[in-house]
């Protein structure tokens, strides 16, 4: 594969970015800031495998003991504000909806809002009846409130909103199509089959994340929502916008799941941006609202393996014990964008593609069900031009194949009509 001169100064420049950040210090003055009580976190989750919140465990740099112990040199014990995370809070029942009811009161203002989880369509986003049930935290007047309800309600008050993981981003596996459609029609449930014309998701809870997910067809939450969501819309497709006036900032962490250090080092970014320390413009984010300084290079561009794509070395079969390339495999390295076969998950250990799995796209709109099955090549994606030279030889060997077979037809019967007449 040949790199232009400005793919070369793009990987450079993408590169230096990453080691000119003083990551260290970036995260330090953001806990400090948040000990000081000025920033709370609110992280609620919707539909999920909690899938973000273990990679959040399993953050190193720091980890979120330091964190939340306030372990940091430069922040004292226990005064970081993690106001709300259903998962690792002790609060539980009506002293932890109180939280929520303070956060949309005003009284935690200013809050950062992170969602983890794909988002349902509830009754008054158009689901049907009973849909307020698929996710909800906590009870009014008997009737369940929705995620997509309080997510509204937090959404008007937060300073800025973090997706974190595939799901809140684009919706995530839970919005894959349905694949047992005559499952759910034989107990007569077939409303899902009309979501797709209503824009949403083809999942039994017409699932979104935030965003409009161009590979299944779908509107995000940011555009089915309208006004509710105009200062986050402002941001994300860079209108004339002013941080903490017209504009809130909305960034996304994907992945399934998100990498832990990369959600706190995000997490970190923005509460100093709001803090005025930092920073924080469209630019430094992709067009799926991701940090660059983390998405910017495909998987396949930070592979270990990249030398023997380069040289046409690739494995035959999953795990045939070579260190070649995985494309040959399936792999979608070529088309997702993640930094971890350079950065290792965890501690510089692990990566999917460097630990011997091909890479499945799971930072990306599609996943998981327009990269499946993930142990067979995509068709668009070629490897070489040699491969797109097989490709099109064989596409024009078919066609020639059918042109002389077609002609072949015609022949025989325009003999045939000739015999008739
Ligand atoms: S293993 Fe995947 S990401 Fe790595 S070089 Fe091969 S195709 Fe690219
Ligand atoms: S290598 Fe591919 S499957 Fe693994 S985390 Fe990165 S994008 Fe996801």
């Not at 965890?346 to 499945?360: A, E, F, I, K, Y």
Request: with cysteine; charged share 20%; glycine share 12%.
């Amino acid at each position: 594969m040949r790199i232009s001169r400005r793919d070369f100064m793009k990987i450079a420049a993408a590169s230096a970015a990453l080691a000119a950040i003083d990551w260290d210090r970036v995260v330090r003055a953001a806990a400090q800031a948040v000990g000081k009580g000025k920033y709370n976190i609110i992280w609620f989750e919707a539909q999920s495998c909690t899938g973000d919140t273990s990679a959040l465990l399993l953050a190193t740099d720091p980890d979120i003991l330091q964190v939340l112990a306030g372990h940091l040199h430069a922040v004292g014990p226990g005064t970081v504000n993690l106001a709300f995370h259903d998962a690792v809070m002790p609060e539980w029942g009506k002293s932890a909806m109180d939280i929520l009811y303070r956060a949309v009161a005003g009284e935690l203002d200013p809050f950062v809002l992170v969602v983890e989880g794909t988002i349902a369509v509830d009754e008054k986003a158009g689901g049907p009846p009973g849909s307020n049930y698929w996710c909800y935290v906590g009870k009014e007047h008997g009737e369940p409130v929705s995620c997509l309800e309080w997510i509204r309600r937090l959404m008007k008050r937060a300073a800025a909103v973090v997706a974190v993981g595939n799901c809140s981003s684009y919706g995530g596996i839970y919005s894959n199509r349905v694949i047992e459609q005559e499952f759910f029609k034989k107990y007569g449930f077939t409303a899902f089959l009309e979501y797709p014309k209503l824009g949403r998701s083809m999942s039994p809870t017409g699932c979104v994340g935030f965003l409009d997910n161009k590979a299944k067809g779908f509107k995000g939450l940011l555009s089915l929502l309208g006004e509710e969501a105009e200062p986050y819309r402002r941001f994300l497709e860079g209108r004339d916008c002013k941080l903490l006036q017209n504009c809130k900032p909305f960034v996304s962490v994907p992945g399934c799941p998100a990498n832990g250090d990369a959600t706190l080092k995000t997490l970190a970014h923005v509460v100093l941006a709001l803090e005025g320390l930092m920073p924080l413009t469209r630019d430094q984010f992709d067009e799926l609202a991701r940090p660059k300084y983390f998405f910017l290079e495909t998987t396949h561009n930070n592979c270990p393996r990249a030398g023997h794509y380069a040289a046409g070395r690739w494995r035959k079969y999953p795990g045939d014990g070579s260190q070649y390339c995985l494309w040959g495999v399936g792999c979608k390295g070529p088309v997702s964008h993640c930094p971890w076969n350079r950065l290792g998950w965890v501690s510089g250990v692990g990566g999917c593609v460097r630990q011997g799995s091909v890479c499945m796209g799971c930072h990306e709109p599609g996943f998981s069900d327009s990269f499946e099955p993930f142990y067979e090549k995509l068709p668009y994606v070629f490897a070489s031009t040699k491969d797109l030279f097989n490709a099109l030889v064989g596409a024009a060997a078919a066609a020639a194949v059918i042109g002389v077979a077609s002609g072949a037809l015609a022949y025989l019967k325009s003999k045939r009509g000739g015999s008739h007449a």
